[in-house]
């Protein structure tokens, strides 16, 4: 149509009617065969979704409850990813998390734009440890707590160096 190479263009939800409504009038100034033609938003990428695997190891695990009841297709992209752009995935090691079904060399989904509200599991930095951990807070303090009995929990004192990077929503174990 363009006789060019082309590109595709990402624009923000929220300003897609705008730009739609400026390449309209374009269109119709132009003719129908000259410039561009329509917009196609791309919601949700169909075959692939590249995600940050952060090789840094943390502490911990989390359940796979793999849902062998659908009779649909699965998009696997769509089912654990919610928020691609403040989605990442990193790869845990240790077995403090055990008891949530999080187990060494899962790979567990965060989501960095959800609330870490009590009870959920975390993945935080912890005075420059790296941790995943359910979070829990007691008498308005932080609390980390591991899923398995060999660890003690680990209060988050005011001088910590601390900070959430997100809440844990899936975990990929292989079996």
Known sequence: MY???TRPVRIPCGLLAEVTAILDRYRRRRGPTQGPGRIMPVTTPSISLPIPL???RISAGFPSPADDSL???LDLNA???????????VRVEGDSMIGAGIHHGDIIV???SLEAK???VIVAVLNGELTVK????????????????????????????????????SVLHKV
């Open 118 to 120: 009590d009870g959920k």
């Open 71 to 73: 009779e649909a297709a």
């Open 3 to 5: 006789g060019e190479e």
């Open 110 to 112: 965060v989501d960095r």
């Open 79 to 89: 089912y654990l990813v919610k928020n691609p752009a403040a989605t990442f995935l």
């Open 54 to 56: 952060y090789e840094s």
């Open 134 to 169: 359910r979070l829990r807070y007691r008498d308005s303090r932080p609390v980390l707590f591991p899923e398995n009995p060999k660890y003690p929990p680990i209060p988050v004192e005011d001088d910590a160096d601390f900070l959430v990077w997100g809440v844990v929503t």
